[in-house]
């Protein structure tokens, strides 16, 4: 993994990523924080956590499973037909297959650990940063690469 804490480290093996720690990838304005990937859980689950997040439309994977732990703000979640006010500490699950999508109550305010299982889907997040620095992050390029992860906006 890209940390120094797991760098090298078999994913069998146990290992810590400190508070603040991680993977930092920019796009939107938004910093997602890769605390676990592929890489370090040998493929079961990614953990991303959100800093200064924005909302995310209505989407839906077809091939994982989405977990959301609220860390911090006050968030309005839909999942299938069902809304959901969550504040800190609540949990909430996105079956694959289900559309869903997260808003904050105050935009860009709060944090948000996301599970993703199985792993894979911080490559989502890695290109869409690499192309955002580019300034190549436009819809066509959007959907081409939910589409190469399983995922479709709604």
């Known amino acids: 993994m890209y940390d120094r804490q797991t760098e090298g480290q078999h994913p069998g093996r146990g290992h810590k990523v400190p508070r603040g720690e991680g993977e930092h990838l ?12 592929a890489e370090s859980t040998g493929g079961a689950f990614t953990v991303l956590e959100e800093i200064n997040p924005i909302d995310v439309p209505l989407h839906v994977h077809r ?29 909430l699950f996105g079956p694959r297959g289900v559309p869903h999508a997260q808003r904050r109550v105050v ?41 190469r992860y399983s995922a479709e906006w709604r």
């Open 26 to 37: 920019l796009f939107g304005g938004m910093e997602v924080l890769v605390r676990a990937s």
């Open 107 to 147: 935009p860009r305010v709060g944090r948000i650990l996301t599970l993703f299982s199985p792993a894979g889907f911080e490559g989502f997040f890695r290109e869409l940063a690499a192309a955002d620095a580019r300034g190549e992050a436009d819809g066509v390029f959007m959907g081409r690469l939910a589409a």
């Open 63 to 91: 091939d994982r499973d989405e977990l959301f732990f609220v860390l911090e703000g006050e968030h309005v979640f839909t999942v299938g037909d069902s809304e959901y006010e969550a504040a800190p500490g609540d949990l």
